[in-house]
Structures are given as C-alpha cells and as structure tokens.
C-alpha cells in the first residue's frame, strides 16, 4: 500500500513536471528560438506555446523592442593629429531573432566594435573644427554602415547620435581664448559702431541747433533793424512835421548837460560850439521884448511873455545843476568852455571846431 502511493505521487509530479515544460507563454514583442535535439527548429511568438518536453529546448528570450545602448567614450585620431573622445548613443532593433541568435555570439558588443571602428575611419579624415561642426553627417555615415554590417544579423540600426565629442584640455583652452578673443573683437567692434553713430548724431545736432540758432539770430536782427528803421522814421518824420527852431534845440541841450556831468570817470567833457550858439539864440529870444499885443499897445507898456519868463527860469535851473554836478565829481569843478573859433598869434582863426579848456591851462 505504501509503495503504490509512493508510486503514484512520483507519477503525478513527473506529469505536472512534463506539463509545465510542455507548456511555454511568451510575452509580447518577445521571441524564443526552439532546439529540438540541439538543432533549430522554430521561433516561439507572444502567448501561449507547446513544445516536447525533453526534447524541444527553448533559447532566451529576445526583446523585439527598439533598444538603446550607450557606448564609453572612445579615443579617436582626427586628421590633424588630435585625439578626441567621442561618446555615442545606438538605437537599434532586433527583426529576425534567429539570425540575432546565430549569426553573431554577442550583437551587442558586434555592434560597439563596429561603431568605432567607423567612427575613427571617418573622423580620421576630418580636422577638428570640421569634427566639431559636423555631427549630422557623421551620424548618417555611421547609421548607413552599421545597418548595412548588422543587416545579416537581424539587426536594424535607427539612428546613431553622437552625445558629445571632448577634444584634450589644452585645446578647449586655446578654443576658450579664441572664442573670448573673438567676442571681445565683436564686442570692440559694437562699441566703436555705437560710439560713432553717437558722434555723428552729436554732430548732426549740433549742426542743426547752429543752422536754427543762426536763423533765430539773423531773424531777431532783421526785426530789430526794422524796427530801428521804423522808430527813426517816427521820430524824423515827428521831428519835421513839428518843425522845431533852434530854440528847442538849446533847452533839449540844457536838460542832457547834467547827465553828462553825472559820470564818476568823467575828468573832463566837451561841448560843441553849436551848442553856445543855440543858447545865445535862446538867451536873445527870452530878453529881447516881444512884440506888442493889442493889451499892450492899448495900456501903453510891453510885459514879458509868462512862457518866456518860465522857460528861461528853467534854462537858468538846468544851467545850475549843471555846475553842480560838474562841482561834485572826483577831480573837482571842471570848467567847461564852448568851442568858440579863436585866433592865434599871428591872428589865425584856429581851425580846431571844439577845444576844452581845463583850469589850469587858462592860467
């Protein structure tokens, strides 16, 4: 009874056992390659699948799915005898799992290989600056080798995408000082452009605040002239429309005589002889007798005129202020003499029109 059972329990498990290996599920975007006795036979798809135990062995899976694979960054000799780092990124897929399996041991490290074998093939041919500015065309001469080299081993390459290019410290140095140099040149460069627009605008400001300055001035001096030209005109035309006698003309010359003597620098003044003539007029016209009016001749008496006596009182008051004003000032009285026409020695009228006479040159 015991070994029956005993029996029968090893009997189940090898069941289960052989079930469980009969019975495979693959995963989507998986694949499995089948051996049977060593040799292969097929490719197990996603779900559920059969195989004869211990006799179908089932490969690892493959992922179906687009893979990314970093490399380390590689050392590579530029045409100019330069050694750069060069650091990659592949994007590939596995197509046809069983050439994946069996065409090449390890297409991950096939495919690195490869990638740097390309990649010093044609950054060996560049020069550095060329490397540096020419990402997109090594990416498409590399994708185009590497999908033509793993094309036989179920590998399709999508992209290939250089993630950086790191030349020696030296030359990021020099490259630094040159970009620097080259700023500073650009920097320079603006400068003296926005120093030299400033200037012009300066000038051209400058020229046109002149241009309407001297228009203003020209226009205020036409106006002044104008008007100077219209106020003499006034007064000339006033002047002989009043038609003045030499009479007014000695009491305007009485009343400007204190004004000249008014000047703290004035030592000594000169009055021309028209002046001595004009006030004899005046002295002659207010002392001789008028004439007659009727009330005059009817009371039998002649009076002076009472215009008359005012104006030679104020001819006197004006001549006294004179002598005062002439008395104040610094040096002394000064003595001032109309020019008379006087004779010489030998009887000569002196052709001089004017002479001022100081005091102690008529001692």
Known sequence: MDAAVI?????????????LRAV???????????????????????????VIPFIDRVRPLLDLREQVVSFKPQPVITEDNLVVDIDTVLYFQVTDPRAAEYEIANFIQGVEQLTVTTLRNVVGGMDLEKTLTSRDMINSQLRGVLDEATGKWGIRVNRVEIKAIDPPKTIKDAMEKQMRAERDKRAAILTAEGQRQSQILTAEG????????????????????????????????????NDPD?????????????????????????????????????????????????ATVADGRHERSAAGIEAVAEAERAAAEAKAAAEDSELGPRQIE??????????????????????????
């Open 7 to 19: 029996a029968g329990i090893v009997i189940a498990f090898v069941v289960i056992l052989t079930v």
């Open 24 to 50: 495979r599920i693959v995963p989507q975007a998986r694949a499995g390659n089948v051996e049977r006795l060593g040799r292969y036979y097929r490719t197990l798809g996603p779900g559920l699948n059969f």
């Open 206 to 241: 400058e020229k046109q605040s002149a241009i309407l300055r001297a228009e203003g001035e020209r226009t205020s001096q036409i106006l002044k002239a104008q008007g100077q030209s219209q106020a003499i005109d006034e007064v000339f035309q006033a002047v002989h429309r």
């Open 246 to 294: 030499p009479k007014l003309l000695a009491y305007q010359y009485l009343q400007v005589l204190p004004q000249l003597a008014q000047g703290q620098g004035n030592t000594m003044w000169v009055i021309p002889s028209e002046v001595t003539s004009a006030l004899q007029s005046l002295s002659k016209a207010f002392t001789e007798s008028l004439p007659a009016s009727r």
């Open 338 to 363: 109309s020019r008379r026409p006087t004779l010489g020695a030998d009887g000569v009228q002196n052709p001089d029109p004017a002479h001022a006479v100081r005091p102690d040159e008529r001692q």
